[in-house]
C-alpha cells in the first residue's frame, strides 16, 4: 500500500541526507541476488532508522530479523562508543552477504550477529537494552515482545516495523491470515500497556515507535 502518490514520495526522498556507498551498494545486490528484496529497508526508512538511533544514543542495541545488514547499519550509525549491536536472523545462508557490507562500514566491530529463532535465544541473553528493533516473522511479533520486554530497559525505545501490513490491519480478518491477526493484537498490546507510549509512523508499511518504561504514572 502507498500513503503517498508516488510524486510525493519522490519529492520526500530528495529531502533525505546521503547515505553511505556500502549502503547504496549493499540494497543494489539486495535487489539483484536475494528473494523478496522488499523485505528491505529502503533509504527513506533507513535514513530515519539511523536519525532516531541518533537521537536516542543507545548503548546496547537488539535488532530482530536481520535478513541482508542493511538496518543493522543504519542503527549502528547511533550507538555510543563502546557500545554494540546484537542481530538476530533465522536464515543462516544470508551471513556471507551481510558480513562482506558490514566489513565496508565503519561498524562491523560493534555488530553482533546470531543465527538462530529469537524466541529461544533472547531469553538467554545477558545482556539488557536501550534500543529494540523488530522486522521478522510477523506472524510471532506478540512472542517477540513477551520474550524482550524483561530485557529492556528503562526509556528503551521499541521499533517494529511492517506495523500497519499494506493496509490490512483495517479490513476485514480472514481467519487464516495470521499474521494480520498478531499484527493487529500486537499494535492493540501496545496501546493498552500502560508501560509503553506508542506512536504509528505511516512509513513505508507502518513502523512504530514506542517508549517502554518501568515507572507507570
Known amino acids: 500500500m502507498h500513503f503517498f502518490s508516488d510524486q510525493l514520495e519522490e519529492y520526500l526522498n530528495t529531502q533525505l541526507d546521503s547515505e553511505p556507498e ?9 535487489h539483484l541476488k536475494v528473494v523478496q528484496p522488499r523485505m528491505l529497508s529502503g533509504k527513506y526508512q533507513g535514513r530515519l532508522l539511523a536519525l532516531i538511533a541518533k537521537i536516542c544514543g ?3 542495541v537488539l535488532e530482530i530479523g ?18 554494540e549491536l546484537l542481530t538476530i536472523e533465522v536464515n543462516e545462508e544470508l551471513s556471507d552477504l551481510q558480513q562482506r557490507f558490514w566489513k565496508q562500514s565503519p561498524y562491523a566491530s560493534i555488530i ?3 543465527v538462530g529463532d529469537a524466541i529461544n535465544l533472547i531469553p538467554r541473553l545477558d545482556k539488557t537494552f536501550d534500543l529494540v528493533f523488530i522486522d521478522a516473522k510477523k506472524a510471532d511479533y506478540t512472542r517477540y515482545l513477551e520474550v524482550v520486554i524483561p530485557k529492556m530497559n528503562d526509556g528503551c525505545l ?3 516495523d511492517n506495523i500497519l501490513w ?5 479490513e476485514a480478518l480472514d481467519e487464516r ?7 493487529v493484537a500486537y499494535n492493540q498490546l501496545l496501546t493498552d500497556d500502560p508501560r509503553f507510549e506508542q506512536v504509528i509512523l505511516p512509513v513505508r508499511d507502518g513502523l512504530s515507535v514506542a517508549r517502554y518504561s518501568t515507572t507507570v504514572v
Open 22 to 30: 556500502y549502503l547504496t551498494a549493499l540494497r543494489r545486490e539486495t
Open 177 to 183: 491470515d495470521k499474521a494480520t491477526q498478531e499484527l
Open 112 to 114: 553482533q550477529p546470531l
Open 66 to 83: 536481520t535478513y541482508t545488514g542493511y538496518s543493522a547499519l543504519c542503527l549502528a550509525e547511533g550507538i555510543k562508543p563502546g557500545g
Open 58 to 60: 543507545p548503548h546496547q
Open 158 to 160: 521499541l521499533l517494529s
Open 166 to 170: 499494506s493496509g490490512k490491519v483495517v
